[in-house]
């Protein structure tokens, strides 16, 4: 019921920034939480950084101190700002609504961190 579109990933160089952006729609106030995970080549999918409707947020600890998770609320949307960025954060990013009944997931957006 939660769609999910997804911007802003690309190609960096190390120690560059992106913005993700994360626009929801459809059924908003099911969502409690939206966050966002990563998925590089041979390896499983895995939390970034989520971040609850009341701005409880949790990072992992390989992101944390570079990344930072923000929503606007009026405007449906989740960010991740990644600062600092190295070539173990290239994977795909995906977007993730935790809604009721189910979770949904964006399309996903390739980052790549390389010089």
């Known amino acids: 019921q939660v769609q999910l579109v997804e911007s802003g990933g690309g190609l960096v160089q190390p120690g560059g920034s992106l913005r993700l952006s994360c626009a929801a729609s459809?059924?908003?106030?099911?969502?409690?939480?939206m966050g966002w995970y990563r998925q590089a080549p041979g390896k499983q999918r895995e939390l970034v950084a989520t971040?609850?409707?009341?701005?409880?947020?949790v990072y992992a600890d390989s992101v944390k101190g570079r990344f930072t998770i923000s929503r606007n609320n009026a405007k449906n949307t989740v960010y991740l700002q990644m600062n600092g960025l190295k070539p173990e954060d290239t994977a795909v990013y995906y977007c993730?609504?935790?809604?009721?009944?189910?979770?949904?997931w964006g399309q996903g957006t390739q980052v790549s961190v390389s010089s």
């Open positions: 971040m609850t409707n009341g701005g409880f947020t």
């Open positions: 459809g059924s908003i106030f099911s969502i409690y939480a």
């Open positions: 993730k609504a935790i809604a009721s009944p189910t979770d949904s």
